[in-house]
């Protein structure tokens, strides 16, 4: 059986490609939609995406993923540092929930450092643009065992 992973995208990611270019880089969340789709299916996982400016979406769709997701990769944006309520959400998930920022949110202002977030997420992914929703699927699919056995070793396995 596949693997299913929700990937859930939070307020203003709707913008990216071109709010704050400089920060967030030019690509857009569809295009990262259709990435994420390709890499998917290359390793035989299923995918839910969602994008949601509206933190009780967010919340409907972690608690859906309890019936629907094997793993949730969240990108919460604004609300990773405001959130009790989506905390208490992924807290009560089962699976691994993966944190990811596309900029490395410790090297920003005060205000964007402290994900509440990182205190229920099995995986923080900070930096590397967007690129990093690939590493996060990437990781989703190995805390599964969910990788092909087609896949080079480091990819599937890591070092020993």
């Given at each position: 059986m596949p693997i299913r992973v929700m990937i859930l995208n939070g307020p203003n990611l709707n913008q990216l490609g071109t709010r704050e270019p400089h920060i967030y880089g030019k690509v857009t969340l569809p295009a990262i939609e259709a990435s994420c789709r390709q890499f998917a299916e290359s390793i035989g996982a299923s995918l839910a995406f969602h994008q949601s400016n509206d933190e009780g979406a967010l919340i409907e769709w972690v608690q859906a993923a309890r019936r629907e997701a094997d793993a949730i990769i969240i990108n919460p944006a604004g609300l990773?540092?405001?959130s009790v309520a989506l905390v208490d959400a992924l807290a009560a998930f089962p699976g691994?929930?993966?944190?990811?920022?596309?900029?490395?949110?410790?090297?920003?202002?005060?205000l964007h450092r402290h994900s509440r977030?990182?205190?229920?997420?099995?995986?923080?992914?900070?930096?590397?643009?967007a690129y990093g929703y690939i590493v996060a699927?990437?990781?989703a699919a190995r805390l599964?065992?969910?990788?092909?056995?087609?896949?080079?070793?480091?990819?599937?396995i890591g070092p020993k």
């Open positions: 990773s540092f405001t691994p929930v993966i944190e990811l920022h596309i900029s490395n949110i410790h090297a920003r202002d005060p977030i990182s205190a229920v997420a099995k995986v923080v992914i900070c930096g590397l643009g699927l990437l990781s599964l065992n969910g990788l092909p056995k087609t896949l080079p070793a480091p990819l599937r």
